[in-house]
């Protein structure tokens, strides 16, 4: 089986920034009252007229130039999203054609939070007998337009963006490698959080619209504790299976829904906040490109380097979760 490595890393995010003052124009809130609570001071929005492509597209080609790779020669392309273009056909696709990406099979997977990290599960598997040889993996949401501006619970939470990541072969012990990964669901509990109308169950309608049934419903509370307990739990399940303690960890890079989520699931592994990766403050909740973006940055940044062992995780409507340990 090959060793699946992290070749190059890219993110977008959309120029508009809002700050947490413009909700205190519309709803009943205070910035003190969502900084207290989530840690968010602003989120980027995308203008009119973009889409959750755009910022994929330029996303990926950031990746891609980093990794020295051309879109010719990918393999496979694969989006976690749940805010598509369109109904049909996939965001994939619409990026691969964007690219030029002629030779990769290109497809999403709706998973919600932990969409990235399904990705990575799967391109994983389909890169590991050597039938693909470089994939690109992106989380891309546009979740601006999901959300219901009058909804106080929701409407400050979340932000839009994406980012990617491109996949190779490793070359080696010095290469890196992907070395754990944990997907998990529970179709119990998907009532926690869900987006009731667009769909085949509560087609578009004018009664559709008018209820409101196209906005993100979520019960914060009950959600926070799901979040907690299923987060600390797959990133101790994996950290086993390879036989590496908390203390080993370089980087946490948790998904960037709520600074109390973070920190909570940070404590109870063990994990120093130095050793955290935050952007939830500037970018809010961009679902399943929170990590993403937070790693492309860390990378950048020249925080994160070379050999440092890396462990994500996030949680999602579904309910959805799931973590990965790679060495970059």
Request: glycine share 10%; net charge neutral.
């Amino acid at each position: 089986m090959k060793k699946i490595t992290i070749k190059g890393t890219g993110s977008c995010a959309p120029e508009r920034v809002v700050p947490n003052s413009y909700f205190e124009k519309i709803i009943d809130t205070s910035d003190e009252w969502i900084t207290t609570r989530t840690g968010i001071k602003e989120r980027r929005m995308i203008e009119k007229g973009q889409a959750m492509s755009d910022l994929a597209t330029l996303a990926s080609a950031s990746a891609l130039q980093m990794a020295g790779i051309s879109p010719e020669e990918l393999d496979l392309i694969i989006i976690g999203t749940s805010t598509a273009d369109m109904v049909s056909p996939s965001a994939g696709c619409i990026v691969q054609h964007r690219l030029g990406a002629k030779k990769a099979v290109a497809f999403d997977v709706n998973a919600a939070c932990p969409g990235f990290i399904y990705g990575l599960a799967i391109a994983q598997k389909f890169m590991q007998d050597g039938s693909y040889g470089k994939a690109l993996v992106v989380g891309g949401e546009i979740i601006s337009n999901r959300i219901d501006f009058k909804d106080r619970s929701t409407c400050v939470l979340f932000g839009d963006g994406a980012g990617a990541v491109v996949l190779g072969h490793s070359n080696g012990k010095d290469d890196g490698e992907i070395l754990s990964m944990d997907i998990e669901s529970d179709g119990d509990l998907w009532r926690l959080i869900h987006v009731p109308g667009g769909g085949s169950r509560i087609p578009a309608s004018h009664e559709m619209l008018n209820e409101g049934l196209q906005y993100l419903k979520m019960q914060g509370n009950e959600v926070f504790k799901h979040a907690v307990r299923t987060l600390v739990d797959s990133a101790n399940k994996i950290m086993a299976q390879q036989g590496i303690t908390s203390g080993e960890i370089d980087w946490f890079i948790p998904h960037q829904a709520n600074i109390r989520i973070m920190e909570v699931v940070a404590e109870r592994l063990g994990i120093p906040t130095e050793k955290v990766i935050i952007t939830v403050h500037k970018y809010g909740n961009t679902s399943a490109a929170s990590i993403p973006v937070a790693f492309d940055e860390a990378v950048r940044s020249g925080r994160i380097r070379k050999g440092d062992l890396i462990l994500v995780n996030s949680f999602g409507a579904g309910l959805t979760w799931g973590a990965a340990l790679f060495r970059y």
